[in-house]
């Protein structure tokens, strides 16, 4: 056996992380992942456990406080926990350049440490106003999957120029941060390029954090965005939101639930459900994707999750969400979108336990008026509806 199949072999047997193929490419094996970590399926037990897609159960806001802790856990674990202790973040400026409108930086900041600096330092573009004066509100604006990372946000490189909401926001006065995701823009080693998903760049972290998820590191990055905004002079830290297309609105809806310090969230195809999907689970776990392993446990077997995007949007609550579903979305398959209005409908019935605000501060988007030929993608009115929720919960 040579040198390099030997180190393959032990890191398969110790990790379960990708795998040379023999056709020379990278893959993933959720099942060896889960029996390197002696996973099974999740243990979290939740009145939708077993059921195909339900009402939630709660019909008061004591009753949903208890029920959401469920769901929460069950999240918790799908997606695995992140470190008690966050590292020191090392901040420090790479780029500076003055516009008319706003100082546009480079900056970079801990993830969590591995011997790769590419993984373990995020770089973002930071993009402060001018007028009017600090302390500002803030929004962390996330990528979709493009290999550019955050140059399409911040308008550096932006493959659609509708999706440059770094710079579009700035230029409203807000402070926006447009952050690589691992795998993407300078947060890479080829791995992305090579292998078609993220994990090879991820692995130097996650080596380091066996039981956490891909997802789950994505999520916490999200979270140390927060952390580095709180420290600029600039910010106004209760006034911070986050806004993400794609990918990102997937990140969007999925960090919600897990970071209170966001006060709102824009979220554009972020969200198909398990339980209809029709890559389920390879979407999520299978040679070319490792988001969340122990959804591999769950082929042909979607109804005995504990939660579906349902639940995971629901966390959210009450805080103002708009949430931005094409019924033709290709890329989710429409049977993981079609039950979109059951979805809003029951989280606005969650909402309504908080109160009328709550329940206002859901705005549901059906381009086209739920044209189930709108595609995936961020339309005109989506547009609208963002700048008025962001501009009535942020006050810039």
């Known amino acids: 056996m040579s040198r390099q199949r030997r180190w393959l072999a032990v890191l398969l047997l110790a990790l379960a992380l990708p795998v040379l193929a023999a056709d020379g490419n990278d893959v ?38 208890k029920e959401r802790a469920l769901y929460q856990q069950a999240f918790r674990e799908l997606i695995g926990p992140w470190p008690s202790e966050r590292p020191p973040l090392q901040a420090r400026v790479l780029e500076r350049k003055e516009f008319a409108q706003f ?15 590419y993984a373990s330092e995020i770089r973002a573009w930071l993009f402060v106003p001018t007028v009017p004066k ?55 080693a080829g791995g992305t390029a090579r292998t078609g998903f993220e994990l090879a760049d991820a692995a130097p972290i996650l080596d380091r954090h066996p039981p956490m998820t891909l997802l789950g590191l994505m999520l916490y990055d999200v979270t140390r965005c927060v952390d580095y905004l709180e420290t600029r002079p600039e910010v106004d830290r209760d006034r911070i939101g986050v806004l993400g297309h794609s990918q990102g609105g997937l990140l969007v809806n999925c960090v919600l639930g897990l970071e209170p310090r966001f006060r709102v969230g824009i979220a554009s195809c972020g969200y198909g459900l398990f339980r209809t999907d029709q890559l389920f689970p390879q979407r999520w776990a299978g040679k070319n994707s490792a988001y ?59 909402r309504s336990f908080y109160g009328q605000e709550a329940e206002a501060h859901l705005v549901s988007i059906e381009p086209g008026g739920g044209d189930r030929h709108k595609n995936h993608g961020w339309y005109p009115e989506t547009q609208k509806a963002a700048d008025a929720l962001l501009d009535k919960v942020l006050q810039p």
């Not at 493959?159 to 700035?170: E, I, N």
């Open 134 to 188: 600090p302390p500002r509100p803030a929004i962390v604006v996330l990528h979709q999957t493009v290999p550019q990372g955050k140059d399409e946000p911040a308008g550096v490189r932006a493959t659609l120029p509708w999706l440059a909401h770094a710079l579009y926001y700035a230029q409203r006065g807000y402070v926006t941060l447009a952050p690589d995701a691992i795998g993407y823009g300078e947060r890479t």
């Open 103 to 117: 100082i546009r930086y480079k900056v970079g900041f801990r993830s969590l440490p591995s011997e790769a600096e």
């Open 28 to 65: 993933f094996d959720p099942l060896a992942w889960l029996r390197a970590r002696k996973l099974g399926k999740l243990t979290t037990v939740t009145p939708q456990s077993g059921k195909p897609l339900r009402r939630l159960a709660a019909t008061t806001l004591e009753e949903w406080h």
């Open 292 to 350: 969340l392993p122990r959804l591999a446990l769950y082929a042909g077997q979607a109804d005995e999750l504990p939660l579906d995007f349902l639940h995971i949007l629901a966390l959210a609550a009450p805080r103002p969400h708009l949430i931005q579903t094409c019924l033709g979305d290709t890329i989710w398959t429409p049977p993981a979108v079609a039950e979109n209005a059951f979805v809003m409908k029951e989280l606005k019935r969650v």
